[in-house]
């Protein structure tokens, strides 16, 4: 878009010193380049705009509105716009008809007689063509200049043909009747340059009572246009709903003046202004002109007033430093905001021209104020982040520290089942089907049951490989649902209780040449407990479920609680799933197990700020010393050792029957200096001692 100097000085009172240059850097609307016109004759400098920097500001489409911005910019007072009363003619009735309330607002028009098509004076032409566009005859360009100056597109009919279309010569008249409605299916017309369309019903036209004169906000009718011979006009000044001209005009490929404005959504005030002005110039430049009728002014437009009440601390609140309030007031009034002082409460009311999806939030006024204040007033800053560790979660880290010792050292797999299990599932562990939840729209009619356990859907895991591998190691990590047990609120502000979900780790291990299942079952325990680095009891269990053995089961307890249970799969429950190995399981309820044993500070520490010093040390015991037992014998013998980690375990006819060998890692810091071999010697000798008073053991040279 292309921008007079000297026309935007018109209405704003700049200092000499300031430059086009000046002008284009502040208003920050990606200009393109500056250049002279004194070819025309004009001492002027034109500012050619990047169009898509005016996208959101239909305000900014003409010289009045850049001018508001240049006035509110260099504080200075912008010259009111003033137009002259249209006095009513009473030569003819004009009737305007709005079928189309939605896609056309608002609908001016007066018919104006007595005119002469003819040129322009050459001021009115050299500013037209100082701004891109070419001199057609006087009444063309009246509305081409009072676009450009306000923005708001115009058109001129003849008169004779809203009359009566097969005329062109004279009013057959005196009732003109515009008709503001949708196109009809496959309707013809015809462009001011010639081009033959057929309209769809989505298009909006202006028509009199037997064919469109205009397709509405994008071009006039051939027929209808002004020519030499027109003597009586009828201008239209109106206002249409954007999305709709923008289809149109994309639809027939006609990207005009009149519809890149239509379509950023204008204000139906200006249309008051706008056709003022056009009769005010008509009767200036034809003096034999006059205003032939009322003024039929249509449409339901008055719902575009915005009022908001902001605090007036919002301003710093939003901008992060305090701008004084007068200047935010000064600066909003010379934008046209009108402002009413409430008790710590600005009352601010949009102007017309920035309530067309513009400035509709708080938030728009305080960009508004910043905007001209000057962004690069805004003193850079980081914002205070406070650096604080998060809440921790429990369940979180025990799960990484049971699936580290599983997985990384014990070498299970871990699996990832489904939440839901069959009927027939239920019924093979023998289990009470009453209690499963059963789910109203299941992904599987096969399986329309939440898992009260994980050990259904591994043994199902277990039956598909077991053939293809020695042993199976295979753990899950997953929630169960236990509907006799209340757990969290459905919401937040609800009474409604969900199911019990805890968080369960469930391992199952079997091998074809392995009778003795239970005892990798109770390794897992005791691995997690010693990595957790708390006691526990295995005790029979009070409760055998129908699918534990009843001789080889047991509870696991910590501090008196039941946080799980070790047991071999029933012999029966076996047979009826067609699994013939012996498969032992632990069940360790993660919720409940966090709470007890997990110990922060046990997981974050620093670095040892002087060296470690390892010793391994291999000890045979009786199978029935446990790695926990050791382990906890082990960490009271001196402060200076401060890790232990079992590395091998090993049974055979080299160690002798009743017997097994444990290979262990031990691990020597101190916190204050570097060790020195005979303190790691002596301490050695203790750990060696103790094994062998408690345990009985010997060490494996």
Not at 242 to 254: D, F
Not at 349 to 360: C, F, H, L, N, Q
Not at 362 to 379: Q, S
Request: aromatic share 6%.
């Amino acid at each position: 878009m292309l921008v007079s100097f000297n026309w935007l000085k018109q209405f704003v009172n700049l200092p000499d010193s300031v430059t086009p240059q000046e002008v284009a850097e502040h208003l920050n609307l990606s200009t393109v380049e500056v250049e002279g016109v004194k070819a025309l004759g004009l001492d002027d400098a034109v500012l050619e705009i990047d169009n898509k920097s005016l996208s959101n500001r239909p305000d900014l489409w003409g010289h009045y509105g850049l001018a508001r911005e240049v006035a509110a910019l260099w504080r200075k007072k912008l010259v009111d716009y003033k137009t002259e009363k249209i006095k009513a003619g009473r030569n003819f009735k004009l009737k305007v008809e709005i079928k189309e309330p939605l896609a056309c607002p608002r609908y001016l028009a007066v018919a104006v007689s007595g005119v002469k098509v003819g040129a322009s004076p050459n001021w009115l032409a050299q500013k037209l063509q100082a701004v891109g566009l070419r001199s057609v005859n006087n009444i063309v360009d009246i509305t081409n200049y009072v676009m450009l100056e306000l923005g708001q597109p115009m058109h001129a009919f003849d008169a004779d043909c809203v009359a009566n279309p097969k005329s062109q010569s004279r009013v057959l008249g005196t009732n003109l009747k515009i008709i503001v409605r949708r196109a009809e299916k496959e309707e013809e017309f015809v462009t001011l340059d010639n081009q033959k369309l057929k309209l769809s019903e989505d298009d909006l036209v202006i028509a009199n009572e037997e064919k469109p004169l205009a397709l509405a906000g994008v071009m006039g009718g051939l027929e209808s246009g002004v020519t030499g011979a027109t003597q009586t006009i009828i201008f239209e000044s109106a206002n249409f709903e954007p999305a709709g001209i923008r289809r149109t005009s994309i639809k027939y490929g006609l990207r005009t003046d009149s519809s890149m404005r239509f379509e950023k959504s204008l204000d139906p005030q200006q249309c008051w202004w706008a056709l003022q002005k056009a009769v005010a110039l008509t009767l200036e430049l034809v003096p034999s002109a006059k205003v032939a009728s009322d003024v039929a002014d249509k449409g339901d437009w008055s719902g575009r007033q915005i009022a908001l009440d902001i605090p007036v601390n919002f301003f710093e609140h939003k901008i992060g430093f305090n701008i004084p309030l007068k200047e935010v007031k000064e600066i909003l009034t010379n934008l046209g905001f009108e402002l009413k002082d409430k008790k710590n409460i600005l009352a601010v009311k949009v102007p017309s021209w920035r309530a067309t999806k513009d400035v509709i939030l708080a938030e728009d006024v305080v960009e508004e104020v910043l905007r001209i204040y000057g962004f690069n007033r805004v003193a850079g800053s980081l914002p205070s982040l406070p650096i604080v560790p998060p809440e921790a979660n429990k369940l979180r880290q025990m799960e990484h520290l049971t699936r580290a010792c599983l997985v990384e050292s014990l070498g299970y797999t871990e699996v990832d089942n489904y939440s839901f299990v069959s009927l027939a599932q239920v019924e093979k562990l023998g289990g009470e089907v009453k209690k499963y939840l059963q789910l109203d729209n299941p992904l599987s009619k096969e399986k329309p049951l939440l898992r009260r356990n994980l050990l259904a859907n591994l043994l199902e895991n277990v039956l598909m490989n077991i053939e293809n591998y020695p042993e199976l190691r295979l753990v899950e990590f997953g929630k169960t649902y236990l509907a006799e047990e209340k757990g969290l609120r459905a919401a937040k502000n609800s009474d409604e209780l969900l199911p019990r979900q805890d968080s369960v780790l469930t391992t199952v291990f079997v091998a074809k040449k392995n009778n003795h299942p239970f005892a990798e079952a109770r390794r897992v325990v005791e691995e997690i407990m010693a990595k957790a680095r708390e006691d526990f009891k295995i005790e029979p269990n009070k409760k055998i479920k129908p699918w534990q053995h009843p001789e080889r089961a047991g509870a696991v307890l910590v501090k008196g609680q039941e946080v799980g249970a070790v047991y071999e799969l029933h012999p029966l429950v076996a047979g009826k799933v067609g699994l013939e190995a012996r498969l032992g399981v632990a069940e360790i309820n993660l919720d409940k197990l966090s709470e007890l044993v997990l110990d922060h500070s046990a997981f974050y520490k620093s670095l040892p700020a002087y060296p470690e010093a390892q010793r391994d040390l291999a000890v045979v015991v009786k199978k029935a010393i446990t790695h926990a037992q050791i382990l906890a014998a082990c960490h009271k013998i001196d402060p200076l050792l401060s890790q232990v980690e079992l590395f091998d375990a090993y049974e055979g006819a080299t160690i002798g029957e009743g017997y097994k060998s444990l290979a262990y890692h031990f691990t020597f810091v101190n916190k204050e200096r570097t060790l020195t071999t005979a303190e790691v010697d002596a301490v050695m000798v203790k750990i060696i001692k103790i094994l062998s008073d408690k345990f009985a053991a010997q060490v494996r040279r």
